[in-house]
C-alpha cells in the first residue's frame, strides 16, 4: 500500500488554493430542499386524494422516491453545517430532510460525522467499514450466506439496497443511544419514533394501495438510489489504520444534471477531504487534488462502481484485499488495480 496521509496532511495544502467563500454556509441551497418538499407533499396528496390508476401512481412514486433521496443528500449537507451554522436550526432541517428515510438528527451526526467520518475505513472504528475475514470467520449465520454462489449474494445484496440505509441507521440507532445521557437519549428516542409515526400513521389514514404508492414505493426507490451511492463510496477500497481519504474513498462520476439534483454527493473523496465547505466547491477540490496527486485520486462511473461490487465479495482479506470464503478466491481493492475492465483474483 502507499504511504498514507491524514486529512490534516492533505487539507494543509489544498486550503490556501480555495476561495474564501468555500468556507462559508450557502443558505441558497435550501430552495433545492424546498422544492423536493413541495414536490413530495404535492406527490403524497396527489396519490392520496386523487383516483389515479396504478400506472399514473406508479410514475408519482418514481419522482417522490427520487425526491426521497435527494432532499437526503441535502439532509447530509446541512447536518454538516455547510449550509446554516444555528445548531437548532441546522438539526431541524436536517431532520426534515432525513425524514423520508427516517433517520434522526442526533443519531446522524453521531453515526455519520463523529465516528464515521473520523474513522473511515477503520476495520474496528467505521460502523460503516465491511469486515475483515478474522471478524467473518466468527461469525455463523454469514459463513452460512457465503456458502451460496456469488452472484446470488449480489442480487441479494443488490436487492436490499432498497431498505439498507434505514435498515443500517436503526442499527446504528440501538448501538449509540446507550452512550447518550438521559436527556438527550430522550431527544434521540423522540426522533427515532417520530417519523415512524408520522408514515405509520399514513397507513390508517388512507387505503393500503395508496400507502404504497405514496410512502412504501418511494421509500424503497429512496433508500436505492442513497445506497447506489454510498456502497460505491468505500466498499471498494481497502481498510486502513490512518484515515486517508484518496486512499479509503472513491468518487463517482454522473451526469451533470444529476449532480445538480443530487447536491453533488458524488464528489465522496472531496467530502472526506473537506466536510465542512459546501459540496457546490468540490470542484474546485478535484481540480486541486489532481494536480497534485492525480495517481492517487480514485474515480469512475457510478454504474461501472456497481458493476465491480457486483463481482466482486464484500470480506476483506489482509485488509488490501477481497476475499470469496466460498472458493478462496482473493480479489484486488481499488489500491491494488482493481478496474471495471480488469477485474482479477487469485487463490489462497
Not at 430532510?97 to 477503520?122: C, D, E, R, V, Y
Not at 440507532?173 to 437519549?185: A, G, L, T
Not at 418511494?218 to 466498499?235: D, T
Not at 463517482?252 to 466547491?281: A, M, Q, R
Amino acid at each position: 500500500m502507499k504511504e498514507l496521509h491524514n486529512i490534516g496532511w492533505y487539507a494543509s495544502k489544498i486550503s490556501p488554493k480555495l476561495p474564501k467563500n468555500a468556507f462559508k454556509p450557502v443558505p441558497s441551497r435550501l430552495f433545492g430542499g424546498l422544492a423536493y418538499t413541495i414536490i413530495i407533499i404535492c406527490g403524497i396528496l396527489t396519490i392520496t386524494l386523487c383516483r389515479f390508476n396504478n400506472i399514473i401512481n406508479f410514475l408519482i412514486s418514481l419522482v417522490l422516491g427520487f425526491s426521497f433521496a435527494s432532499i437526503g443528500f441535502l439532509g447530509h449537507e446541512i447536518l454538516h453545517g455547510t449550509v446554516v451554522k444555528t445548531h437548532w436550526l441546522k438539526n431541524l432541517l436536517g431532520g426534515i430532510a432525513f425524514l423520508p428515510l427516517s433517520i434522526g438528527p442526533n443519531l446522524w451526526i453521531k453515526w455519520h460525522n463523529m465516528s464515521h467520518h473520523a474513522n473511515t475505513q477503520h476495520e474496528i472504528n467505521d460502523p460503516d467499514a465491511w469486515m475483515s475475514f478474522e471478524q467473518f470467520s466468527n461469525r455463523a449465520f454469514i459463513k452460512y450466506i457465503y456458502k451460496l454462489p456469488l452472484w446470488f449474494r449480489s442480487l441479494f445484496s443488490f436487492s436490499a439496497l432498497s431498505i439498507s440505509f434505514t435498515l443500517h441507521g436503526t442499527r446504528m440507532f440501538f448501538i449509540y443511544v446507550k452512550e447518550f445521557k438521559s436527556q438527550k437519549s430522550i431527544k434521540l428516542w423522540i426522533q427515532f419514533i417520530l417519523p415512524w409515526i408520522i408514515w405509520i400513521g399514513l397507513f390508517f389514514l388512507v387505503e393500503t394501495d395508496k400507502w404504497v404508492f405514496s410512502y412504501l414505493l418511494p421509500f424503497l426507490i429512496g433508500n436505492f438510489i442513497v445506497m447506489c451511492y454510498i456502497s460505491s463510496n468505500h466498499r471498494l477500497n481497502p481498510l486502513v489504520p490512518i484515515n486517508d481519504p484518496l486512499v479509503n474513498s472513491l468518487s463517482v462520476t454522473v451526469p451533470k444534471w444529476l449532480d445538480v439534483l443530487h447536491f453533488n454527493f458524488s464528489y465522496h473523496t472531496e467530502h472526506h477531504l473537506f466536510p465542512g465547505i459546501n459540496p457546490k466547491y468540490y470542484s474546485l477540490v478535484k481540480e486541486e487534488i489532481l494536480k497534485l496527486w492525480p495517481d492517487r485520486y480514485h474515480q469512475m462511473p457510478l454504474l461501472s462502481a456497481l458493476k465491480l461490487l457486483w463481482k466482486t465479495p464484500r470480506i476483506y482479506y489482509n485488509n488490501e484485499e477481497l476475499i470469496d470464503p466460498r472458493n478462496k478466491r482473493i480479489y484486488t481493492s481499488l489500491e491494488k488495480g482493481l478496474k471495471p475492465n480488469k477485474i482479477s483474483y487469485h487463490n489462497l
